[in-house]
């Protein structure tokens, strides 16, 4: 599911409700809304249940996630430019993505709309790393998949450690790169 364009209003409204669903994850409508500053009627202009609210946050959070990995350029950009943008994408959204590490079940891509928007956003980060392997840019012994699966797994955990506190912001961007660039190259930065 495609969400409309949203004003700035909707968008800081759905970042902090994903973040509240973190932070409180059994809170009711009222409380979630409570804990954000709004309205029930103005939570309940987003969705009426919290199954609904789960779905609007996955997919909204799904189309930003998928939105920075077009401006990243992965396919044109040179890589290790490509790659610092699409951190910096990803990173962007981290309230969305928190969310959606914290409400991912084994069983999403079971969802065809899900398993088809996520194929598509894998299918784009592994022809990245294709490229930069034919490039010889990173090691070709690790293959394009597990390049795409580290990446994000190092940006999922570091974001986490930021929410919780235990990094600062500021850090993550040239952080994620450099200990993601000391595993991939094919030889040492210099």
Known sequence: MTSPLLNAEDERVLAALALAMVDKPRATLQELAQAI???KATLYRFSRTREELVDRLMAHGAQLMNRALEE????KAPAVEALRRFIEG???HSELAAFMIYHWKPDTLQDV???ATWSAYFAVLDGFFLRGQRDGLFRIEIGAAVLSESLISLLSGLMDAE???R?????????????FLAGALSQPAS
């Open 37 to 39: 500053g709004v309205s």
């Open 72 to 75: 990243a350029e992965l396919d």
């Open 90 to 92: 990803q990173l962007r």
């Open 113 to 115: 709309r899900a398993a």
């Open 163 to 165: 929410r919780r506190g």
């Open 167 to 179: 990094i600062a912001r500021a850090s993550l961007p040239g952080m994620i790169e450099a200990m």
